[in-house]
């Protein structure tokens, strides 16, 4: 079982930054590829970015591609997603959610365990 907190989000200007951090409990974290996805309000849910069980490798969504950074910390059990050079359209609902395969997936339904959501909110 793993518990999923995220934290970071907030308001920001077009052009900021935002680090989004995601704290995960279980002593199994570093076996479970990470994910971010976002929520934008009347829309679906969609993939962000995600990093391998071993932080060797990770995927983007392709708006998000060279703006946006995901890591991992193995000794304090968190992930996080560096946001720059943030745009209106980047506002949404941000969830933070893991997965018990082994290969990384950009699909929503195949992750396992999710967090409750950060808002973050870029104003033009």
């Known amino acids: 079982q793993v518990q999923l907190v995220e934290s970071g989000g907030g308001l920001v200007q077009a052009g900021g930054s935002l680090r989004l951090s995601c704290a995960a409990s279980g002593r199994t974290f570093s076996s479970y590829v990470m994910g971010w996805f976002r929520q934008a309000l009347g829309k679906e849910r969609e993939f962000v970015a995600a990093?391998?069980?071993?932080?060797?490798?990770?995927y983007y969504a392709d708006s998000v591609k060279g703006r946006f950074t995901c890591s991992r910390d193995y000794v304090n059990n968190m992930v996080y997603l560096q946001m720059n050079s943030l745009k209106p359209e980047d506002t949404a609902v941000y969830y933070c959610?893991?997965?018990?395969?082994?290969?990384?997936?950009?699909?929503?339904?195949?992750?396992?365990?999710w967090g409750q959501g950060t808002q973050v909110t870029v104003s033009s």
């Open positions: 990093i391998s069980w071993t932080g060797g490798t990770t």
């Open positions: 959610a893991a997965d018990r395969r082994l290969s990384i997936s950009r699909t929503a339904t195949t992750y396992d365990y």
